[in-house]
T-cell receptor, first 110, second 113 residues
């Protein structure tokens, strides 16, 4: 099956810890994106990557970091500098105009 | 914030009725897309309308676009309980395969049997 996978589905973090969210795609898409969704809200762009070894900050990049060492993978690290990390995180990719989304990771800070 | 806005925030209808949701965006666009999200899931693309189009149909979906008012609407006809979900508009400014989308705040649709 072609698509985007995210892991884990649920993640719990203690304050002060860094955590890494996984995003993998086998769609052969160049562009990949990370979004954050808060309850009852739309999606806000954290980081995006148009090609391997290149990425740019989105609208809310503070407290997050990414890497793009392989075309298939775009992991997101939520650092301790992110003051309010509890949210639903969505990864997406696209080649044409349409974006394809993974199932999401729900991160909760304890 | 550059986020678009949608109204209503929530809509509750009976099966068989039509559902209309509206979206406003803030900057000039190349295309406007609509996505659906079931609770706790990722988004699924529904339909795209380009800035030079005024109306587009896909099955039970009808989308309109008014670039002079920076607004779009999504009509779902003959709704079904399975249409229950949140619906988001997303505006795209690029005419390329790379799409940096700006999402609206979403409309939660509840369709009762």
């Amino acid at each position: 099956d072609g698509g985007i996978t995210q892991s884990p589905k649920y993640l719990f973090r203690k304050e002060g810890q860094n955590v890494t969210l996984s995003c993998e795609q086998n769609l052969n898409h160049d562009a990949m994106y990370w979004y954050r969704q808060d309850p009852g809200q739309g999606l806000r762009l954290i980081y995006y990557s148009q090609i391997v070894n290149d990425f740019q900050k989105g609208d809310i990049a503070e407290g997050y970091s990414v890497s793009r060492e392989k075309k298939e993978s775009f992991p997101l690290t939520v650092t301790s500098a992110q003051k309010n990390p509890t949210a639903f995180y969505l990864c997406a990719s696209n080649f044409g105009y349409e974006q394809f989304f993974g199932p999401g990771t729900r991160l909760t800070v304890l | 914030s550059q986020q678009g806005e949608e109204d209503p925030q929530a809509l509750s209808i009976q099966e068989g009725e039509n559902a209309t949701m509206n979206c406003s965006y803030k900057t000039s666009i190349n295309n406007l897309q609509w996505y659906r999200q079931n609770s706790g899931r990722g988004l699924v693309h529904l339909i795209l309308i380009r800035s030079n189009e005024r109306e587009k149909h896909s099955g039970r979906l009808r989308v309109t676009l008014d670039t002079s008012k920076k607004s779009s609407s999504l009509l779902i006809t003959a709704s079904r309980a399975a249409d229950t979900a949140s619906y988001f508009c997303a505006s795209g400014g690029q005419n390329t395969g790379f799409q940096k989308l700006v999402f609206g705040t979403g409309t939660r649709l509840l369709v009762s049997p």
